[in-house]
């Protein structure tokens, strides 16, 4: 069995999960840039993980406030698949990735860090990238801002259409 070892998120796991949440909150700021926001649908949003496994990991989320899959009606369950093909297709084209991590994780003890908010993670996977900096020295090596990612992506999700 192959381990994904990422102890760098562990400043997220230990953080203050009590203010309000991301999903709800990101799309009504109206500062797509500044919450990471790379494309808006009618049903459905996809954001940049500000906490990620590996550059490019993004999540698609509903705009409704949901705790489960089985929660979408057809319409948000039609759009977040579709944006997961996108942005798999996105992602291809920028990083070349050799594969992906795609899915959900639903309740607390099933991982989730938000519980009460539905969303898909997408994360592009290369071989070997993880290496010994994280397994020895807690470190994980990014080698890309944020900022970054989010200004190599969005003009891709700007022309996306469904």
């Known amino acids: 069995m192959d ?3 990422a102890p760098w998120r562990m400043e997220y796991i230990v953080s203050d999960k009590t203010a309000d949440c991301v999903f709800c909150t990101a799309p009504p700021a109206n500062d797509d840039s500044g919450k ?6 009618e049903h459905c949003f996809v954001m940049i993980n500000i906490f990620p496994y ?10 409704r406030h949901l705790d489960c899959l089985t929660r979408l009606n057809e319409a948000e369950l039609m759009e977040t698949g579709k944006l997961i093909q996108k942005s798999m297709d ?6 070349a990735p050799e594969g992906f991590n795609v899915g959900y994780n639903i309740g607390k003890s099933g991982g989730a860090g938000f519980d009460n908010h539905i969303h ?29 990612t989010y200004n190599r992506l969005q003009p891709l999700f700007q022309k996306l259409k469904l």
């Not at 990471?36 to 649908?41: A, D, F, P």
């Not at 993670?121 to 090596?141: A, Y």
Request: glycine share 8%; aromatic share 12%; hydrophobic share 45%.
């Open 3 to 5: 381990k994904l070892w």
């Open 90 to 95: 996105i992602l291809r084209q920028v990083y």
């Open 54 to 63: 590996s550059n490019g990991h993004l999540m698609v989320s509903p705009y």
């Open 36 to 41: 990471k926001i790379l494309y808006r649908g």
């Open 120 to 148: 898909a993670h997408i994360v592009p996977r290369w071989m070997g990238d993880t290496n010994f900096m994280p397994v020895l020295s807690e470190t994980k090596v990014l080698p890309e801002l944020i900022e970054g």
